[in-house]
């Protein structure tokens, strides 16, 4: 067994320590869940963080160029406080980029996949602007979903899955 001396484990010590240092500064900007970023399309290969409005924005925009006749069985919503006197359904301004004083309305996104829709609940979760509740990805059928939005009179888009 090697032996060191006192001065040697006390600059050993600092050198750890910078190290730990360097180490904890660099994870700071690593998104904390490892599929956080996974199926998010960016524009960009350095993006470290996502707001909930750019990433409705991209899957609005699949669900825009979807084929009309997808109609899944099963689709997932984000509903927030599910099964409390708070629980409300995750909806989106539309059309978007539309000044308050126009005529917006709310359209519901229903995901064709649930990994999209956890991956979308995650980034509600973290992100700071959305504070409406604790997010979670709510499988139902399509048929419920369709006659629940006619009777609110709220649109619907499905968010086709991403391509692999």
Do not use: W
């Amino acid at each position: 067994m090697k032996t060191y001396s006192a001065s040697m484990v006390a600059m050993m010590s600092v050198v750890v320590g910078i190290i730990m240092s360097m180490v904890s500064a660099a994870s700071a900007f690593v998104p904390p869940s490892p599929h956080r970023l996974s199926s998010v399309p960016t524009t960009t290969q350095s993006a470290l963080f996502v707001t909930a409005e750019e990433q409705e924005d991209i899957f609005l925009e699949r669900a825009m160029t979807a084929p009309a006749e997808m109609r899944p069985d099963v689709v997932y919503i984000v509903l927030f406080n599910p099964q409390t006197p708070f629980e409300a359904i995750h909806t989106i301004k539309f059309p978007r980029g539309a000044d308050f004083e126009q005529s917006t309305s709310d359209l519901l996104l229903a995901f064709e996949s649930f990994d999209d829709c956890v991956g979308f609940t995650e980034i509600l979760r973290e992100d700071p602007a959305v504070d409406a509740g604790e997010p979670v990805a709510t499988p139902s059928s399509m048929e419920q979903i369709e006659k629940a939005c006619q009777k609110m009179r709220l649109p619907m888009k499905v968010v086709p899955a991403a391509s692999q």
